[in-house]
């Protein structure tokens, strides 16, 4: 049995591989409701995600706390990942997509406004846990749902909703920063999340009754959620972990780096993390045209090595301006990692799109609550600049991941085709 609306699940052919949805073209975006709640899912996500960057150091201040026990935030954050990466499948399959998406709504204004309204270190990590858990279930949702619905057009359709979310993520640290600035503190401009979430809600109830990317039940018990993944999926699922952690490690703690680095004021280090989201940006909108013409393995690669290469720009030199534009450059790499990492997933396991979303989804929770914090714990020991180190040794397995990938042989890789042409060995959908 397929997952939801995921065509024959064959995987042979891009028109009825994996997410194969009603009125999805072979390598095509298409623009209705399930795609404008998709993208303002992860927006919504997005604008608490990249403003929590921000606010982290400012809470550390407020409460007087270590960087240990400032990166427990980030895990319990991530931790709300686990929780709902375990409860993906089985949550999927009783209250479907639909459902998902108001009750991890609903989370993320829950937790927001816990944190804003709770000041004890304790409550506000347990805050950033519930935060976790609703955002996790939305992009668990969303992502899935974009892939079943585009087909072969999967990878740009979710590189370009990722664009759309670094976009308004992109806003997150400058209002956190401008907040501060006006005497406002930071909570202001993170409770704009309630908004954006009922946007959200109103977008979903548009969607038609019926929908199969949205209301489809999830798969049997073997494509849905148990057994092993095949061998191709396993290394890309460790390569999107690897990624992920390189995400997190650099919106959670370049706004210290910033600071610690040059000694810019609170104000301007947490606004300087925008142009990290700036860099995602400007990059997935790039992406997500080039995702249809050109090959998946070798943007990634190539997205990889020019994460390096910003990485080198912003830990050598002590110029304000010169640091913000290497974390520029950091961002224009991460922006394809997770997009093109996560559509060449989905696409390796045909027909298993939610047992894939809930492998993922654990992975991450590991990576984005690990890395932070063993970041911050090194930063403790020694300095937020000598734990950035940490960021090459990630970019350096993640392409380690991938090379597997490319060295499995051409029996797994030769379908890597582009869109619409699955025998070309060019594009991102392994058959």
Request: aromatic share 4%; hydrophobic share 55%; with cysteine.
């Given at each position: 049995m397929t ?8 995987g042979t ?7 194969a ?6 390598a095509?975006?298409?623009r ?5 709640a998709?993208y ?7 604008w ?5 960057g ?8 407020e409460?007087?706390?270590?960087h240990?026990?400032?990166g427990?935030?980030?895990l319990a954050l ?5 929780v709902?990466?375990i ?7 009783r209250?479907?997509?639909r ?5 991890g709504?609903?989370l ?16 506000t990590i347990?805050a950033?846990?519930v935060?976790?858990?609703?955002g996790?279930?939305?992009?668990n949702t ?8 585009h087909?072969?057009g ?5 590189s ?11 806003l ?9 600035g006006?005497g406002?503190s930071?909570?202001?401009a ?5 908004p ?7 977008l ?5 009754l ?13 494509a849905?959620?148990d057994g ?19 995400e997190?490690?650099?919106?959670a703690w370049?706004?210290?780096l910033?600071?610690q ?6 104000g ?15 990059g997935r ?8 013409r ?10 990889l090595?020019?994460?390096a290469v910003?990485w080198?720009?912003t ?6 301006v ?8 950091i ?5 394809a990692?997770y997009p093109?990492?996560?559509a ?14 809930g492998r ?5 929770a ?5 890395a932070?914090?063993?970041l911050?714990?090194?930063a403790?020991a020694?300095?937020t ?10 970019v ?15 029996s ?5 085709g582009?869109?619409g042409?699955?025998d070309?060995g ?5 058959g």
């Amino acid at each position: 049995m397929t997952s939801p609306a995921s065509g024959s699940g064959s995987g042979t052919d891009v028109g009825t591989g994996p997410g194969a949805g009603a009125g999805a073209g072979a390598a095509g975006i298409v623009r209705d409701h399930v795609t404008a709640a998709g993208y303002v899912v992860l927006g919504t996500w997005a604008w608490f995600l990249y403003g929590f960057g921000a606010i982290l150091p400012l809470l550390r201040a407020e409460e007087g706390i270590s960087h240990s026990v400032l990166g427990l935030h980030s895990l319990a954050l991530a931790s709300g990942g686990l929780v709902s990466g375990i409860l993906a499948v089985p949550l999927i399959r009783r209250v479907r997509r639909r459902g998902c998406f108001a009750i991890g709504a609903g989370l993320v204004c829950a937790g927001v406004g816990l944190l804003s309204a709770l000041h004890a270190p304790a409550l506000t990590i347990l805050a950033a846990g519930v935060t976790g858990i609703g955002g996790s279930m939305l992009v668990n949702t969303a992502v899935p749902a974009l892939s079943d619905h585009h087909g072969g057009g999967g990878a740009a359709a979710i590189s370009e909703g990722n664009a759309f979310a670094a976009g308004i993520g992109l806003l997150a640290p400058t209002a956190v920063g401008a907040s501060v600035g006006l005497g406002w503190s930071w909570r202001p401009a993170a409770l704009l999340v309630v908004p954006l979430a009922a946007a959200l809600l109103l977008l979903v109830r548009r969607i038609p009754l019926g929908t199969p990317a949205v209301d489809g039940a999830a798969g049997d018990r073997t494509a849905a959620g148990d057994g092993a993944l095949p061998a191709l999926a396993r290394i890309l699922l460790l390569m999107v972990v690897l990624c992920v952690g390189i995400e997190f490690c650099c919106t959670a703690w370049s706004a210290d780096l910033l600071r610690q680095r040059t000694g810019v004021s609170q104000g301007v280090a947490s606004g300087g993390v925008t142009a990290v989201v700036a860099g995602m940006a400007v990059g997935r909108l790039i992406v997500g045209r080039l995702a249809l013409r050109h090959s998946s393995r070798r943007l990634l690669l190539g997205a990889l090595a020019l994460t390096a290469v910003g990485w080198v720009i912003t830990w050598v030199p002590t110029q304000p301006v010169v640091v913000i534009a290497g974390l520029a450059v950091i961002g224009l790499g991460i922006a394809a990692h997770y997009p093109l990492g996560a559509a060449l997933l989905y696409a390796a396991a045909p027909g298993q799109a939610d047992r894939v979303t809930g492998r993922m989804s654990l992975g991450i929770a590991v990576a984005a609550g690990g890395a932070p914090f063993a970041l911050g714990a090194v930063a403790d020991a020694t300095s937020t600049h000598t734990a950035f180190l940490a960021v090459p040794l990630l970019v350096a397995a993640a392409s380690a991941a991938l090379a597997g990938v490319i060295m499995t042989g051409r029996s797994a890789t030769a379908a890597l085709g582009r869109p619409g042409n699955p025998d070309s060995g060019s594009g991102p959908v392994p058959g």
